[in-house]
């Protein structure tokens, strides 16, 4: 089994790098920005420490790639941050020179695009954390006790945790444009819980992303783990604000399956499908069936390919809240006897 390098835990007080690898989100929405730091000085203690295309719009691939360099190389920093995700790291990721990384890992986090350097820091053995960007989990009039429980885990301790399923969810957002929204708290409502279906119980390290993320990786010919290397795998995958039809997360489990993938896997987590967006304004019934049927989907795509492995869909991961900063390379136990999942930060 693939063996992935210890990352060193954090202490309060510890300089983290902020980073826009992707859409350079504290230079559209400063006052959000200053709103994250607050929480992330407040909340956890940690001094950020900002780079040059943090703020920058429009920052090329090198400058980006420069920035992550420099964090990872500083020693002064513990970890990495992203600002929030886009849609163009496929462009320059897969140019990066892994030895900066591999000679000085350390926890990375972000989510959604933030999918790529995710990959290519597991390739190169090293974790991260599929989770936790500034704009959409600390910037928040007040954090979600849940997310904050699974950061701090995160950030500052080791071992084996038993995953839990919040009673309660949100996927409405609040404009950025409005700074008096900065003030307002987040509408959330009852969720569905854990949905379980497959006997077998599994254990492996992680491996997924947005599912957006995963369709550019194949399309574009990018490396992912080897097939040998998804012998060992538990697969999460996840779907972004882009609301992606049923039909079109279908297509990527195909795809996933049709490559070897899914045959090998040794089980699947999926994260609650963000459901509302300020273009796609759906019902509390238009989300529901939502929902239902990208579950209905994924299953029916799994099971063309592997009918015996478990598949635990709607876990807060991904891009609703509350959420868990899920380890990305970690090992993780799916107890399908007790219903119970285990990950270890």
């Known amino acids: 089994m693939k063996s992935m390098i210890p990352l060193t835990k954090l202490k309060k007080g510890d300089k983290v790098a902020l980073l826009s690898p992707s859409f350079a989100a504290p230079g559209q929405w400063p006052l959000v920005y200053e709103l994250g730091l607050k929480n992330l000085r407040d909340v956890f203690g940690l001094e950020p420490i900002e780079f040059p295309t943090t703020k920058k719009l429009g920052a090329s691939g090198e400058e980006r790639s420069k920035d992550l360099i420099d964090a990872f190389e500083n020693k002064e920093i513990k970890a990495v941050i992203t600002s929030l995700g886009g849609d163009d790291q496929v462009t320059y990721v897969k140019n990066l020179p892994p030895e900066p990384f591999i000679k000085n890992p350390k926890p990375f986090f972000g989510f959604s695009d933030n999918t790529h350097l995710a990959n290519f820091l597991w390739l190169n053995n090293i974790p991260s954390y599929y989770g936790g960007a500034l704009f959409t989990q600390f910037a928040l009039k007040n954090m979600d006790a849940m997310t904050v429980k699974y950061l701090n885990y995160a950030l500052f301790e080791s071992g084996e945790r038993e995953l839990e399923a919040s009673p309660i969810y949100n996927d409405i957002g609040l404009s950025w444009n409005d ?132 598949v635990v869909q709607n876990l807060d991961f991904g891009h609703t809240n509350p959420q868990i900063a899920l380890p990305y390379g970690g090992r993780i136990r799916i107890d399908s006897d007790t219903h119970k999942i285990f990950v270890t930060f």
């Open 179 to 310: 700074s008096e929204n900065l003030d307002k708290d987040r509408l959330y409502e009852p969720n569905d819980g854990w949905i379980w279906n497959g006997e077998n119980s599994a254990e492996g390290i992680s491996w997924g992303g947005c599912v957006e993320s995963i369709d550019e990786l194949l399309r574009h010919s990018i490396q992912i783990p080897s097939l040998e290397d998804f012998e060992n795998v538990i697969l999460f995958t996840e779907s972004s604000e882009e609301i992606p039809s049923a039909d079109y997360v279908f297509r990527i489990y195909r795809a996933l399956g049709e490559s070897g993938i899914l045959e090998r896997v040794k089980g699947i987590l999926v994260g609650r499908p963000k459901a509302w967006e300020f273009d796609n304004q759906k019902s509390t019934e238009q989300k529901k069936e939502y929902r239902e049927k990208q579950r209905e989907t994924i299953l029916r795509a799994v099971r063309r390919y592997n009918k015996n492995i478990p």
